[in-house]
């Protein structure tokens, strides 16, 4: 592939940092046959790992460009992307081809992190014991490894079968065929074992890297998603040991999501960014223009419709619930999670609120995202809410972590210990129980009031698109979609395009042994 060929000439760069890898930014270029002589070494190039999930394909998002994660809620019935052309739009309306940029962004970032990962790999496992302990090689490999369990996993989930590539590749053996899923999957459970039983606990002094929690959760997350719920890699053991490390839900939600959130004890793994004077690390996830909240991403109506009430009811049958203020006595995560009409979602100036700006419902979906988005400028460094910023994106937060056990326990019929996880999910936003609004429930119905708190609490998220696949409910999600009164939006379900992304057209082209998946053929 001509990608693969490129990254393997690729001279990495690695970031100059102290103690946290996002800190500074630096011109050093160092290759391979001159590096990894120490525990320094190796986290400079460690970090060249954790840069890469920065770009826009990746975690780093986008504001008027092709898409990353955090716009993937955009693929299905969350979110509209009235950019259609940065990728999710065009998909959900099906005239999105192999050579539609969202998807050779992400197959090329992805492979590009990859070979980072294959070389350091490589190189730690050939340095010497008498310049790194085998414990700390043990660590930094965990670390590869997590991030490459990490890649190989968004890969499979999103083109199903793809290259698996695990040592650094020659220009000899750059033209590689298609592995399966389940190749894919075997992989990822190697890489992600090791993790978990390699990294520390915390990464002391260093918030950003992955830990031994962050490897645990992300395991689960594959395990459930493969419907391997018991065992001892199973997600009900997995997240039972991520009980014991510590993390907790953080007392206010809506605060979560901003930058005095990120390092809250619920944050299980992040992709950190830092944009200032002295480093360019930053994102445009959390960007917008001050004219209406987030222009390119919108949340739909079905979306903020399933935000119950206050009392724990439905919107259809709870008598709080006020047409013409549909915003009141709503869920809070609802009011974290979506501008509704008449809420200031910009302030040009904070220290002068007559300048501030209310959303006035207007737009297609007439709400507003407000998860994640930016209010003000920086006045201070001078950088406006449309430019590159230093929120970081979480990947995993504990209340994913309590979701997925109570997922796997419903699925495994410990309904009691599914409720009491919904329970605690609800009780940090004062929510009502599970108990005193729903009754005894049997586990069809618990398996839906589980299926609906993780989509209200996960809302926005990057996350939907996987969890619907999973559930086999990408074309009801497509139904309800298109059953929005959204203008000039006509979401298409295709069968297999719906649920599988085209490998890149270029890659096909300059790779005689890359076959394109059967759904796009």
Known sequence: MRNLIFIICLVLTFSNCSTEFIERSSDNSLTASNFFKSEEDIQLALNGIYSSLQGAGMYGGGLNQWQGFPGYDGIGDNAFNQYKWEGPGDYMEGIANPNTGIFNQLWTDSYRTIARANLVIQKVQEISTDLVSQDEKDQFLGQAYFL?????????????????ITEPQTLEDAFVAKNTY????AQIVTDLTFASENLPAVQMNQFGYATKGAALAL????????????????????????????????PIYSELFSQEGEQSPEIVFSVRFLQNALTNNGETFSGT??????VDQRPM?????????????????????DSNNKGLNRDPRANATIYFKGDVYYKPDPSDPTQDRAFLGNG???FGMRKYIRQSPDLTLGIDTYE?????????RYADVLLMRAEAMVETDDLSGATELVNQVRARVGM????????TVGKGQLRTIVRHERRVELALEGLRFIDLKRWDQLEESVIRASGDPVPSYNPQYLAGKSSVFPIPQNEIDVNPKLKQHPAWQ
């Open 388 to 396: 590159p910023g230093s929120q970081d994106f979480y990947l995993i």
């Open 301 to 321: 109506p079905n979306l903020v419709n399933d935000y119950y009430c206050t009392d724990g009811l439905p919107i259809s049958s709870s008598p709080l619930y």
């Open 182 to 185: 389940e190749e894919l999957t």
């Open 148 to 164: 490459r369990g990490l890649l190989y996993f968004n890969l499979a989930v999103f083109y199903e079968s793809a290259p698996l």
């Open 289 to 294: 223009y001050g004219g209406t909240p987030k």
């Open 364 to 366: 297609p979906t007439q």
């Open 432 to 439: 009502p129980r599970v108990q005193d609004v729903e009754g």
């Open 219 to 250: 395991f689960a997350r594959v395990q459930l998603y493969n419907e391997e719920y018991t065992g001892t890699y199973g997600v009900i053991e997995l997240t039972n040991q991520i009980l014991g490390l510590g993390y907790s839900l953080h």
